[in-house]
């Protein structure tokens, strides 16, 4: 479930970030870092959301330095926009 807007949806389907236990916060692709984990959807949206509500600190129960959201944001910026429903999906009929 994505902490951000509370979708349920498969776990390989969200992105992973875990509290390391040297206490840093990290995007975690393969899932299996040790630590504690959240998940957020693919969607810059929700990144923003749970970097500016506190949602992802409460999750990971630590405070983030302004370097890991400067961090997370970076890496936020980098996923794909998300593409609007019914685009790319073949017309039924003829």
Same mark, same amino acid.
């Given at each position: 479930?994505?902490? !951000? *807007?509370? @979708?349920?949806?498969? $776990?390989?389907? &969200?992105?992973?970030?875990?509290?390391?236990?040297?206490?840093?916060? /990290?995007?975690?692709?393969?899932?299996?870092?040790?630590?504690?984990?959240?998940?957020?959807?693919?969607?810059? !949206? *929700?990144? @923003?959301?749970?970097? $500016?509500?506190? &949602?992802?600190?409460?999750?990971?129960?630590?405070?983030?330095?302004? /370097?890991?959201?400067?961090?997370?944001?970076?890496?936020?910026?980098?996923?794909?926009?998300?593409?609007?429903?019914?685009?790319?999906?073949?017309?039924?009929?003829?």
């Amino acid at each position: 479930m994505c902490v !951000a *807007c509370r @979708e349920h949806t498969a $776990k390989r389907t &969200l992105i992973r970030l875990v509290r390391t236990p040297e206490g840093t916060v /990290e995007v975690d692709p393969t899932g299996k870092k040790n630590g504690r984990g959240a998940y957020l959807c693919e969607t810059p !949206a *929700c990144w @923003e959301k749970a970097l $500016k509500t506190g &949602l992802l600190s409460r999750a990971l129960n630590i405070t983030l330095s302004q /370097e890991m959201i400067a961090s997370l944001r970076l890496h936020a910026a980098s996923l794909p926009p998300p593409v609007p429903v019914g685009v790319g999906s073949a017309e039924q009929g003829s």
